[in-house]
Structures are given as structure tokens and as C-alpha cells.
């Protein structure tokens, strides 16, 4: 495969559908910008073919593609931005391409980019649920109570198959968070229940986005958070950091639901609104109390519907109105500091 394919097949959503007929389907990206009704039936369809490679859309009929000895087609850009594309990626695009129009050119193998290759779990994890049903359950429970005690306190289901727990050395105090791609196991954090530090001890991909795999492709929203305890209250997707990496961004517009940044109600949210901005996504202002600091404490204190609502009435969008909201938010942080 070329590099120019390569990088293409890095922009195909996640949940695109491979045919034992060679096309690889997901929804088509370019209806909505045609005059045509959105695609929600996944009736892109690209096709790897030789070296090259070809789009068509089974809905709005448009059609393009690229093969090896061409340069890069205006109609290739648009669907490839169309697609999430940033303008860096394309002018990569167009670079390969370039190359391979040279006499001396040579194709090379690539692996594809978005893939997140299964991990373990820590040693011996199960689902809480499964040690109290174990027969070791009267000698583990002195530790695994504190981990369903603690599930509990922040206000979910510690028997609903999300959260594990391990004998491992070091892990006794924790509770396991698996993070799954595609049904697979592909990392997984695991938080102390007790006082002490690391507050977190993490197995992941760079560029991993949680609960990516329980989005559904009708849904308006996504509501994109910080921590995966966060992303579990409201049903989003947890960045795992306060960053947004391009491949991330790609991930989450997949999807092609709204987005909807919640940042933690700190300092460290604050690099969430520029990235935003620029991404085209929103930025909640929550109207929480002053001691509320993220999602997880929100839900907790006012119900999952009113801080899903709340995100969406103060959401604001474009980089003017997002600009003037983290001027408000570094404000209002900084009156909370002088208290
Ligand atoms: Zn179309």
C-alpha cells in the first residue's frame, strides 16, 4: 500500500464495515455538503484497489479516487476534508503522491495507523461481581469491599460488568476500568479507592479515546470529558488528558454527532477551549456549584438529565463565542482562588 493510501485509510471512521466484496463501507461524508439528505445508511464505500484506491457514494453518486503515478485530485482533497482531514495531512497527501509520479518509485508496505492492538488486564482481574461470587469471596472481601464501597459512593453500578478488580501486587486498593475497541480489550486504567498515590495506574494507546465503543451513530450529542469516570456519567467519551490529539478528533467526528467539550472546572480545562475552537466542536459552561469540579461530581450532585441539559443550553460554539467563554471561565477560576 502507498503512503497516500495509507494516509487515507487513517481519516475511515472506526466503525466503517468491511465487505467480503473488497468495499469498505461507513456513512458517506459527502451527501450533506452536496444539497443531499445526510447518509446514515453507510453508503460510502472505498475500495483498496492495486495500489490505489477508489471512493463511491452508493447515495449522492459522487465518486473519486486516486491511483499511483497521479497526482492528488481536487475532488480526492475535498473528500479526504470532508472526512476530517486537516490541511496538514492533506498537503502530506499531495507530497506522496508527488513522489510516486517519480521514474524511481517504489511502493512500500504500511501498516494502517488507527489501530489499537489488544492489552491485558492486570493479572487475575474479574468483574467485581464475579469475586463475590468466587469461592475466594471470604478472603478477598476485606479488600474488595472498600472497591465496591467506593463504585457505589460515586454513584454507579459496581456489578454492571464496567469495573474489575485484581489480586495483583499493587492493585488490591483499585478498582479496573477495561477500555475496549471494537469488543477488545485495548488497555484499561485502575484508580485507588483508598488515599495515596498514583491516583491512577494506566495501560493505554496514545490517542485512545474511552467509551468510544458504547456511542451509537443516531445520537445528536457526544459529550466529550476528561476522565473516564466522567465519561461513564453522562454516556461520552473521556479524552484521558486535557488534550485532544489529532487522531482523537478524527475518532470522535467519526461519529458525526455534535460535539460537546464538559471541561473539569480548572485550570487544566482551560487548554480544552482553543482546541475546541479550532476542531469547530463546542465548549459547555456548566452552571455548577463553585466546589463542583467535573462531570463525575456533577452527575453525582445534580442527576445525569440536568448536567446532559445544562451542557447543552451553555454550549458555545465558534472561536469569537469560545474565546469570550474562556475569558468568563479563567475569571471565574480566578475569583474561586481568592476566596
Ligand atoms: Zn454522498
Redesign the pocket.
Known amino acids: 500500500m502507498t503512503l497516500v493510501v495509507d494516509k487515507f485509510r487513517s481519516l475511515l471512521p472506526p466503525r466503517a464495515k468491511h465487505s467480503p466484496s473488497g468495499w469498505t463501507s461507513f456513512n458517506?461524508?459527502?451527501?450533506?455538503?452536496?444539497g443531499?439528505k445526510a447518509?446514515t445508511r453507510k453508503?460510502?464505500g472505498i475500495r483498496f484497489d492495486g495500489d490505489g484506491v477508489v471512493y463511491n457514494?452508493?447515495?449522492?453518486?459522487?465518486s473519486t479516487g486516486w491511483q499511483p503515478g497521479s497526482p492528488l485530485g481536487e475532488k480526492m482533497k475535498t473528500l479526504a476534508r470532508w472526512m476530517g482531514a486537516g490541511e496538514d495531512l492533506i498537503k502530506e497527501m499531495v507530497f506522496e503522491a508527488l513522489k510516486t509520479e517519480s521514474a524511481d518509485y517504489t511502493p512500500e508496505a504500511h501498516e494502517p495507523t488507527l489501530q489499537f492492538t489488544d492489552k491485558e488486564l492486570p493479572e487475575g482481574a474479574m468483574p467485581l461481581m464475579d469475586w463475590v461470587n468466587s469461592e475466594y469471596w471470604k478472603d478477598i472481601a476485606p479488600e474488595v469491599e472498600p472497591v465496591i464501597a467506593y463504585v457505589v459512593s460515586r454513584g454507579y453500578d459496581p456489578f454492571d460488568g464496567n469495573y474489575h478488580w485484581s489480586p495483583a501486587p499493587g492493585y488490591e486498593s483499585r478498582v479496573i476500568i477495561p477500555f475496549m475497541w471494537e469488543g477488545r480489550v485495548v488497555g484499561n486504567t485502575a484508580r485507588k479507592v483508598t488515599n495515596g498515590k498514583p491516583k491512577y495506574l494506566s495501560d493505554q494507546h496514545p490517542n485512545f479515546v474511552f467509551n468510544f465503543d458504547k456511542q451509537t451513530e443516531d445520537q445528536k450529542y457526544i459529550f466529550v470529558c476528561e476522565g473516564p469516570f466522567d465519561a461513564l456519567s453522562v454516556g461520552g467519551v473521556a479524552l484521558l488528558t486535557n488534550e485532544i490529539a489529532e487522531q482523537q478528533a478524527r475518532i470522535i467526528n467519526s461519529l458525526g454527532a455534535e460535539v460537546i467539550v464538559i471541561p473539569d472546572q480548572d485550570s487544566a480545562g482551560l487548554v480544552l477551549f482553543d482546541r475546541a475552537a479550532e476542531l469547530n466542536w463546542s465548549v459547555a459552561m456548566p452552571t455548577w456549584d463553585e466546589d463542583v469540579k467535573d462531570v463525575a461530581d456533577a452527575v453525582l450532585r445534580y442527576g445525569k438529565l440536568f448536567v446532559i441539559v445544562d451542557a447543552i443550553k451553555t454550549a458555545q460554539k465558534g472561536p469569537i463565542k469560545i474565546s469570550i467563554a474562556k475569558k468568563q471561565q479563567e475569571h471565574k477560576l480566578e475569583l474561586r482562588k481568592d476566596d
Open positions: 458517506a461524508p459527502c451527501c450533506g455538503h452536496r443531499h447518509d453508503r460510502g457514494c452508493f447515495n449522492c453518486k459522487f
